[in-house]
Nanobody, 115 residues
Framework: QVQLVESGGGLVQPGGSLTLSCAAS????????MGWYRQVPGKARELVAS???????YYRDSVKGRFTISRDDARNTVHLQMNSLKPEDTARYYC?????????WGQGTQVTVSS
């Protein structure tokens, strides 16, 4: 089973940048496609970006050109570089496999974009 701990969130002004990190424990990490998800209260969790073991990436349309996902299998980490942040990016961000392992959801990290 993979355990996941997210970090790097915070309060940032519109147009600013943040880098989120996800530390994973569990030997299966390197075999999984990993994703960053986000959720706002009252709405379903949505996939923001994913990266396969081979480095193939996916981004939802609203973040294309602004966010970059990367992984370091040697360190069992996944990162999300977020640039040109917008108020609508405000959410709690989580990492997990794609498809997600329900028992592996971490606490997430809050990102708030506001002036």
């Amino acid at each position: 089973q993979v355990q996941l701990v997210e970090s790097g969130g915070g309060l940032v002004q519109p147009g600013g940048s943040l880098t989120l990190s996800c530390a994973a424990s569990g030997s299966s990490f390197q075999f999984n496609t990993m994703g960053w998800y986000r959720q706002v209260p009252g709405k379903a969790r949505e996939l923001v970006a994913s990266i396969s073991r081979g480095g193939n990436t996916y981004y939802r349309d609203s973040v294309k050109g602004r966010f970059t996902i990367s992984r370091d299998d040697a360190r069992n980490t996944v990162h999300l570089q977020m640039n040109s942040l917008k108020p609508e990016d405000t959410a709690r961000y989580y990492c997990n496999s794609l498809p997600p392992i329900q028992s592996s959801w971490g606490q997430g990290t809050q990102v708030t974009v506001s002036s």
